[in-house]
């Protein structure tokens, strides 16, 4: 079923994951990380924010973590970003 999504969003030339309801994840430097499409936050401390997504849970990790920005479409987390990692 992916496949024919994929290929739906390669010919009506649309973002991946809008079709796929994949997370879109920016990173600007070590500063900073953007997430578009999530589902929701489960753990937010100054050391490490876990976010659900539709491939898992994403984990960042780092120092002075904040979450400067939720809305239902993004998630902005700013401090010093040390890792992201995905859980499956």
Partial sequence: MSDMKKRLAEFLEMPQEIILNLPLVSILGSEEVSVENFKGVIEYTEERVRIGTS??????????????????????????????????
């Fill in 55 to 88: 491939c898992g849970v994403l984990k960042i990790s780092g120092k002075k973590l904040t979450l400067r920005q939720i809305t239902s479409e993004k998630i902005l987390v700013t401090g010093v970003v040390a890792g992201l990692e995905y859980l499956l």
